[in-house]
């Protein structure tokens, strides 16, 4: 079974930057879009970006002109450029494969943290 795995995360201060990466193990099909959601201490997990295969982008209201989702259809792979950075995107950052029900159930990886703090 393919496994999400992502990178990228760490500890910045409130203004920098930060580039999180995900790449499948192996091919997932039926996928039909990929994204990042995060999950704050004490709080819901809430979406942050995703893309679906055509290109077509949603972004969170709270990092939109901030952050830049990217992929790469072929490999599966998911990124998400992270500028402006505040002490409110402290949080694990979820990479998830969405897959066409007919093909099972969505991938999530297992979580990068990311911490905003001076």
């Known amino acids: 079974q393919a496994q999400l795995v992502e990178s990228g995360g760490g500890l910045v201060q409130p203004g920098g930057s930060l580039r999180l990466s995900c790449v499948a193990s192996r091919t997932i099909l039926g996928v039909h879009a990929m994204g990042w959601y995060r999950q704050a201490p004490g709080k819901e997990r809430e979406l942050v970006a995703r893309m679906t295969n055509d290109g077509v982008t949603t972004y969170a209201d709270s990092v939109r002109g901030r952050f830049t989702i990217s992929r790469d259809n072929a490999k599966n792979t998911v990124a998400l450029e992270m500028n402006d950075l505040n002490i409110e995107d402290t949080g694990v950052y979820f990479c998830?494969?969405?897959?066409?029900?007919?093909?099972?159930?969505?991938?999530w990886g297992q979580g990068t943290q990311v911490t905003v703090s001076s």
């Open positions: 998830t494969a969405e897959r066409r029900s007919a093909y099972g159930s969505n991938y």
